[in-house]
């Protein structure tokens, strides 16, 4: 079975350039999260889809984020206008309905701005 | 205060040796704890839950304290294969809403 898919697996853009990244959850996964790591800081959540609703965006950092999640299969995280500070690893995971089911995290889009 | 707090590392230890890690969290109403493990420059991976009674799995043992909002994890006979980053991660909030440490850089060397 597929795992997490997540693409492009790494990707430079210059500051105030646009950067479109992927996630394709675990096949039968309702709950999609996208998180970040950015240099020298811990991972950190961004926000949580059930399907295609977004459950829980407390952890999106500005407008400048756009995440959507039509039809409720794979994601998308959108970065417009890129900056430097959002260079780091972005991590998409995903899980099954219901609480207490192990999260998944695919392998991350490496994204350096510059 | 972080919330979600580790002693960075790196540990370096030899295979065989026993080492203990530990983690801090601050928010008193949290729920679920979790140590995940990280390889460089990959995902983190569910090691193991972390349970209240405590709970051990081959030889990787955690433990929670509430009281001192503490969390433990043990590992014995340490093998060359357990060198990565361990991740202490709480839930306090929305479901997924994963609370990371910054992580602890494990090294076991031959």
């Known amino acids: 079975e597929a795992g997490v898919t997540q693409f492009p697996s790494h990707s430079v853009i210059e500051k105030g350039q646009t950067v479109t990244l992927r996630c394709d959850p675990i096949?039968?996964?309702?709950?999609l999260y996208w998180y970040r790591r950015v240099m020298g800081k811990e991972i950190k959540f961004l926000l949580h889809?059930?399907?295609?609703?977004?459950?829980?965006e407390s952890g999106m950092p500005n407008n400048r984020f756009l995440a959507e999640r039509t039809g409720g299969t794979y994601s998308t995280l959108k970065v417009q206008p890129a900056e430097l500070e959002d260079s780091g690893v972005y991590f998409c995971?995903?899980?099954?309905?219901?609480?207490?089911?192990?999260?998944?995290f695919g392998e991350g889009s490496w994204l350096t701005v510059v | 205060r972080k919330e979600v707090e580790q002693d960075p590392g790196p540990f370096n230890v030899p295979e065989g040796a026993t080492v203990a890690f530990n983690c801090t969290y601050s928010?008193?109403?949290?729920?679920?704890f979790f140590w995940y493990r990280q390889d460089c420059r990959k995902e983190p991976k569910l090691l193991m839950s972390?349970?209240?009674s405590g709970n051990e799995d081959g030889r990787f043992t955690a433990q929670l304290n509430r009281a001192s909002q503490y969390i433990s994890l043990l590992i014995r006979d340490s093998k060359l294969s357990d060198s990565a980053t361990y991740l202490c991660?709480?839930?306090?909030?929305?479901?997924?809403?994963?609370?990371f440490g910054k992580g602890t850089k494990l090294s076991v060397k031959p």
């Open positions: 995971a995903s899980s099954q309905t219901g609480s207490g089911n192990t999260i998944y």
């Open positions: 096949s039968g996964h309702d709950n």
């Open positions: 889809f059930v399907k295609e609703s977004k459950q829980d």
């Open positions: 928010n008193s109403a949290s729920q679920s």
């Open positions: 972390v349970y209240s």
């Open positions: 991660v709480v839930n306090w909030g929305s479901q997924g809403n994963l609370i």
